[in-house]
């Protein structure tokens, strides 16, 4: 079954400027946790405990808050303090985190290319933390769901949501077929259409599965929209080659990238899961 999963955190966070000068975005608080933690403890929850980081040049932190620090520790053992840990001991004593760098900024396609060597010839899970999903309380995260899904059909499969129309330029837009309630075998996708040529408005979300023949299309894609590499474009490919699944997933999803996403995130959070 699937154990691995990787979170590609080499991008800059521009749109969190100056925040994001010396920080990296991933660390970035959702009330007391960072984003990248709520991603880690999705894919744990959904038996992704191998986690694969694809950092960039100023991004230690990350790789420190998955890490102990003996002096504060040691400062608040036995204090009321100490429960403030409670959550990043239990994401550490169940996942363990390997890391690699990309060195140069070339795309989303290119930091999961940099990725294989931690992934090897399996299937995988990916998250972009800075999509920042919630479900229900009791109810499965999203990843979980699309392990569910995986187990079923084998394939690739990418997490899907309706999106209003002024929003979709911002988005990888699919088209496809629905093959049950919520689920679509998509036939086509484009990265960041202008609205009136999206062949949808089901948007591509921050959580994939993914067969590990993406790593050779990817190799074999060309840099595409703003000179990246696009993902997007690797997953048409395996699409038109095989199978692709679109899942509108159960739960909510926070553009923390973004300053108004963020700040509704974290209003939300603060509300429903927090207190
Ligand atoms: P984004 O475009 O949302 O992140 O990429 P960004 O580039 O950091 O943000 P802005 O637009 O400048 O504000 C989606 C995800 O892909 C990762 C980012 O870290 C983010 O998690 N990414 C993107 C990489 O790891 N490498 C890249 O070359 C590009």
């Given amino acids: ?49 191998d986690i694969g980081f694809v950092t960039g040049r100023g991004k230690r932190a ?3 808050h998955f890490d102990v620090n003996y002096e504060l520790e040691h400062q608040i053992m036995g204090s009321t303090k100490e429960q403030y840990l409670e959550s990043i001991r239990g994401v550490m004593a169940n996942g363990s985190f390997s890391f690699t760098r990309q060195t140069e900024m070339r795309g989303l396609g290119d930091a999961i290319l940099n990725g294989r060597r931690l992934i090897g010839e399996e299937s995988f899970g990916v998250v972009l933390s800075d999509d920042l999903c919630v479900c229900e309380e009791g109810s499965d995260g999203v990843l979980t769901q699309m392990v569910k899904l995986y187990k079923q059909f084998r394939c690739s499969i990418v997490a899907i949501q309706e999106v209003p129309e002024d929003q979709i330029h911002k988005f990888g837009v699919i088209a496809g077929e629905q093959i049950k309630e919520g689920l679509f075998q998509i036939s086509n996708m484009v990265e960041k259409p202008p609205a009136e040529e999206a062949p949808s408005n089901l948007a591509i979300i921050g959580r994939y599965i993914l067969t ?6 990817i190799e074999n894609t060309s840099p595409g929209k703003n000179g990246e590499v696009q993902l997007t474009d690797a997953l048409l490919t395996q699409a038109k080659d095989g199978c692709v699944l679109g899942y509108k997933f159960k739960g909510r999803r926070f553009d923390c990238g973004s300053v108004d996403g963020f700040v509704t995130a974290t209003n939300y959070v603060y509300e429903n899961v927090y207190k």
């Fill in 1 to 49: 079954m699937i154990k691995k999963c990787l979170f590609p955190v080499a991008g800059y966070g521009t749109r969190f400027l100056p925040a994001t000068k010396s920080m990296p975005k991933e660390m970035l608080p959702v009330v007391n946790k960072p984003l990248v933690q709520y991603g880690v403890e999705e894919a744990i929850a959904a038996g992704l405990t």
């Fill in 212 to 217: 590990p023949d993406i790593f050779d299309i």
């Fill in 62 to 64: 990350i790789a420190d």
